[in-house]
């Protein structure tokens, strides 16, 4: 039988032991959550885009389009994009370039969830031709877009955003999106957007640097 003395100090040890374990676990998945819990703006993504347009039958563009986002500092962001859409009618084609660049900042929430808002600068261009017509006509506006970006976990990510555009018109579109990280650089992911008259869905790789 052990002394008490010596008893102890070997219950102490122990807690002692099981106190640093505790202790460097939860640390340890702070570290984790930290370095993946934050959603990225430092990435390239570049995806397939088709087009539903409200009443007008067979009618569904497709095309693709590329988009980039830059951190500046922890808040501050560029963003653009670049799109084009095409369809043949009437034994001619129809294509729709656009173009979207802006400056937009973050507010972290919690540790995995931003706020966003965006201010845009908004570019269109229609040019149709065909044995029956041809023409070209573009315009342009602005852009002004808020939502939330959220990491539910390591792999996964979802976000959420109601964007206003001026664009000789104005028009309101809300858009729902998901990205899922094959590793921290790499993702896939998809996004609908519903628009007054226009619905889009979009799939695309991303990598992020």
């Known amino acids: 039988m052990l002394p008490k003395w010596l008893e102890v100090i070997i219950v102490k040890r122990i807690l002692e032991t099981m106190k640093r374990t505790i202790i460097a676990g939860i640390f340890g998945a702070l570290s984790l959550n930290a370095f993946a819990a934050s959603p990225s ?9 088709q087009a539903d347009i409200e009443d007008a039958g067979d009618f569904e563009p497709t ?13 501050v962001y560029l963003t653009g994009r670049y799109g084009q859409l095409s369809e043949d009618v009437s034994g001619g ?3 729709l370039d656009y173009v979207s660049a802006g400056i ?10 931003d706020f966003f808002g965006e201010v845009t600068y908004e570019y269109v261009d229609v040019d149709l031709d065909s044995s029956v017509i041809s023409g070209d006509a573009d315009d342009n506006g602005y852009g002004i877009t808020a939502g939330v970006r ?12 109601i964007r206003y555009i001026d664009i ?3 028009e309101t579109a809300f858009e729902i999106g998901a990205d899922y990280f094959f590793t921290p650089q790499f ?8 628009a007054d008259d226009v619905d889009l ?6 990598y992020t640097f």
């Open 168 to 170: 000789e018109e104005d």
């Open 63 to 75: 095309g693709f389009q590329i988009q980039g986002f830059k951190a500046l500092n922890e808040n």
């Open 41 to 49: 703006y430092d990435f390239v993504k570049a995806g397939y885009v």
């Open 104 to 113: 937009g900042y973050r507010y972290g929430l919690t540790a995995n969830t």
């Open 93 to 95: 084609d129809i294509d």
């Open 150 to 161: 959220s990491m539910l976990s390591e792999q996964f990510e979802l976000r959420g955003a």
């Open 187 to 194: 993702s896939f992911g998809a996004t609908y957007v519903i």
């Open 201 to 206: 869905l979009g799939v695309s790789a991303r």
